[in-house]
């Protein structure tokens, strides 16, 4: 199995499509499609929601089934226009149905390796304004990170909503999850740390999960930019 995270601009409507009725496609084994939005940005603005900027993460059954969707599907040679990462299934942490029958564990990493973090929740609404108090000085973390060459978030309402980051290194993602600092960020590296203990408290999630993944390649570009993935080849 092959998965993939996409990124594109289209025209607000198709965004807004495949959010209602995600795709289906020989070989597509779960598409998330969801609208961008940037990490820490106030609660009321346009960048909260980009319903003209398309995020999708997917599995597939293997790299042809990827080929013919991006080939042949409406909203494929709309990503195909974009941006995109191919990923190597690293390990799980948590539950989320739809990604549930992956192992907790398929292969060890190198802490020196890049690495790719994938997280969705299917949120409780009653507790959406306790999880945007503690989630957005997270997000800021994350986005500021030294570590980091995107960072980024995304939200299908009413309950879904995800984060995709990609590390120099495994070793700077597990730093800022267990809130060690890198000593070139700013503010308290603790904020996730604290984040998770407060969930533990009263979660915020019907579901949540954390994904970690090996890059295999990345295709296209996004904001004018290339190589955003270290190391990783390109197509």
Known sequence: MLHSFHLARVPAAATARAMARRPVAPGLRLAEPMAQMRLGAPVVSPDRMQLSRIAMFAAWDDEAALERFLEREPLGRRLAGGWHVR?????????????????????????????????????????????????????????DHPGTTLALAAARPPRSIATFSIWRTARDMTGMVFGRSSGEQTGDPRRHADAMAERERRDFHHEFTTLRFRPLSEHGSWEGRTAIVPGAAGG
């Open 87 to 143: 990923l190597e299934f690293v390990r799980r942490w948590g539950f989320v149905t739809e990604v549930g029958d992956l192992p907790e564990v398929a292969s060890r990493s190198d802490p020196d390796e890049p690495a790719v973090a994938f997280t969705l929740a299917r949120m409780r609404l009653p507790e959406v304004p306790r999880f945007l108090h503690w989630g957005r000085p997270v997000e800021r973390l994350v986005r």
